[in-house]
């Protein structure tokens, strides 16, 4: 899970991630909140009306969701699930309620969190884009304060300057949380047995 503050440039390291390698499969939500510019329905998000939304909720057809600056936000179960039974690395793009959520019930899930380089930089950023008002963007800079308090719950931090040192150190520590004994118990508990078995002979 990769979460990070409005305007942390999240959306575009991972795509870029995605683009550089095959073993990953990037997630997409659902929404309530309208397109941006540029946004398309099913690559960005699924952009549904708040009834289709709480239909999806109440279907149990989600992962988990949350509310965002007046919006629903939730990740669909059906694609993660084929995903990961591909054996495929699943990113998801969520903030920090929801990545809670999913850490309960997939403790070895991995939290990285997308910092900016400073917080003017993020300010510039986020107006740079041009596709918020201001009002938004206020909204959205309180709630990064608000986010701010829970980094702690991350496993990492990657701060995002330059844009393929990022995504490389991301890849990185993705690599070596495969290797932590948590997520290869079952490898660990056959090669414990065997020498059980061998010590028995
Ligand atoms: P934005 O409107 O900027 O695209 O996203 C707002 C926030 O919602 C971001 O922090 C983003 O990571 C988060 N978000 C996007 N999709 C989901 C989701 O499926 N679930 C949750 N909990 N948050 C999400």
């Not at 510019?37 to 289709?52: I, K, L, T």
């Not at 279907?59 to 669909?76: D, F, K, M, Q, R």
């Not at 059906?78 to 990961?84: A, N």
Request: hydrophobic share 35%.
């Amino acid at each position: 899970m990769v979460s990070g503050f409005s305007g942390a440039g999240k959306g575009t390291l991972m795509k870029q991630l995605v683009r550089s390698y095959d073993n990953y499969a990037l997630s997409v939500s659902m929404t309530t909140r309208s397109p941006r510019p540029g946004e398309e329905d099913g690559r960005e998000y699924f952009f549904v009306s708040r009834e289709e939304f709480e239909r999806r909720i109440e279907e149990g057809g989600l992962i988990e969701y949350a509310s965002y600056c007046g919006n629903y936000y939730g990740t669909p179960k059906e694609y993660v699930r084929k995903q990961l039974e591909k054996g495929r690395d699943v990113i998801l793009e969520i903030e920090i309620q929801g990545a809670l959520k999913i850490k309960e019930q997939f403790p070895t899930a991995l939290l990285l969190f997308v910092m900016p380089p400073s917080v003017s930089e993020l300010k510039k950023r986020l107006e740079g884009r041009g596709t918020e008002s201001p009002e938004v963007i206020k909204r959205r800079l309180s709630r990064a304060g608000e986010e701010a308090d829970g980094i702690e719950n991350y496993d990492f931090i990657v701060i995002n300057d330059k844009l393929e040192e990022c995504v490389e150190q991301m890849h990185g520590l993705i690599a070596a949380a495969h290797k932590t004994p948590q997520r290869n118990s079952s490898f660990i508990r056959e090669i414990r047995q065997e020498l059980q078995a061998f010590a028995k002979q």
